[in-house]
């Protein structure tokens, strides 16, 4: 037999404009709900790209119930995809949880100073060009290099050596990032506090272009 798309029809209850609320799953709003499932869960560290993922399920949902009342088409599928967008970002830490917004920085102070790291995992590995700068309550990361870095790690080291991390899929030459002092969190979960915290060090590690060697960069925080 053909396939017919999934058609779900409220028994009783009658939408805004004496219309009944229908719900009917044609290919397109399928495809463009899971295209939005797919943007928004993607640990892509990109408000944009979330964003994209929003306005596809809201798309999606408006077809899908198109042959319901007006205020269920417009108003009820908007509050329907925000719900469905805040639970599968917050539902996945990699996604709205480990978002580091980018953009300008909005600092005031200037680069924080280079710092000599003496920790065995960093020997080796080759030193990126980079430049911090710090508000207390968020960093601004700029790749001052030449080479994208792939799968980017930018971590703040206590005074305790308790390490707090935020990761980054990529960033581009001369593209900054800003990463919020609560983002980050340390291997057992817990969120960088500064006012209990005492931040010493930040490090950045990266790989140097697609499949190019890793590199790091340290730059003070606390004298």
Not at 175 to 191: E, L
Not at 206 to 213: E, S
């Amino acid at each position: 037999m053909p396939s017919t798309p999934t058609d779900v029809e409220t028994a009783d209850p009658t939408a805004a404009g004496g219309r009944p609320i229908r719900i009917v799953f044609m290919p397109v709003a399928a495809i463009l709900v899971a295209l939005g499932i797919g943007l928004t869960a993607w640990p892509s560290g990109q408000v944009g790209l979330a964003f994209a993922g929003f306005v596809l399920l809201w798309v999606g949902i408006t077809i899908a119930t198109r042959h319901s009342g007006p205020i269920m088409r417009y108003g009820g599928t908007f509050f329907l995809a925000s719900a469905l967008w805040a639970a599968l970002g917050f539902g996945f830490p990699s996604s709205f949880s480990h978002w580091p917004t980018e953009g300008v920085a909005e600092s005031t102070g200037g680069a924080l100073p280079v710092a000599t790291l003496t920790d065995d995992r960093y020997k080796g590995l080759s030193p990126l060009t980079a430049t911090v700068r710090s508000t207390g309550a968020q960093f601004a990361v700029t790749n001052e290099g030449a080479q994208p870095w792939q799968d980017v790690t930018l971590a703040i080291v206590g005074a305790d050596a308790v390490e707090y991390d935020v990761h980054l899929p990529e960033l581009d030459p001369g593209q900054i990032a800003n990463a919020p002092a609560a983002r980050f969190v340390s291997a057992q979960g817990s969120r960088f506090n500064p006012q209990r915290a005492m931040p010493r060090t930040f490090i950045i590690t990266a790989d140097i272009g697609a499949g190019g060697p890793a590199g790091v960069y340290a730059a003070q925080l606390q004298p």
